[in-house]
């Protein structure tokens, strides 16, 4: 079993429309969440349980760069963001053969975070979105 840590994981970024290859390096934190809809298919035959099926697959990606308005990276959400734009994002555990999330996303937040002890922050939210390649795990 190989065990893989955070600073080992990549996030690689590009055109729409095609696996992002450029690696987003001004990146501290990284979640992806997946998750599916459920279906109520109880029936009375399942003796007072509620039974449901997985639906519809989610995913929505949460990551922390550093507030750097002359680094690529931070111009790119940037821009996605307040341009509308999509983004083509590969959420990976390594490299470009790693395995991982492929999508094209819409960044829907941008969250500028200022502690009194820290370095400033942006949180990015993005969410797959209406593309013409579909989300896939690879």
């Keep these: ?18 696996q992002g290859t450029i690696e987003v390096t001004n990146v501290k934190d990284v979640s992806l969440r997946l998750e599916s809809g459920e279906a109520d298919v109880t029936t009375r035959k399942s003796k ?12 929505s ?6 507030y750097d308005t002359e680094d690529e990276d931070f111009i790119a959400f940037k821009d996605a963001y307040f341009n509308n734009t999509v983004i083509s994002l590969f ?3 390594g490299d470009t053969t790693a395995h991982g999330l492929d999508a094209d996303f819409s960044v829907s937040g941008f969250t500028v975070d200022q502690p009194l002890d820290e370095a400033v922050t942006v ?15 690879v």
């Design 61 to 66: 990606l949460e990551i922390t760069i550093l």
């Design 1 to 18: 079993m190989a065990i893989i840590i955070g600073l080992d994981a990549k996030l690689f970024r590009g055109t729409a429309g095609t």
């Design 48 to 59: 007072g349980w509620k039974l449901s099926i997985a639906t519809l697959k989610e995913a």
């Design 91 to 93: 959420v990976t555990d």
């Design 123 to 137: 949180k990015v939210v993005a969410k797959p979105t209406a593309s013409d390649r579909a989300p896939v795990w």
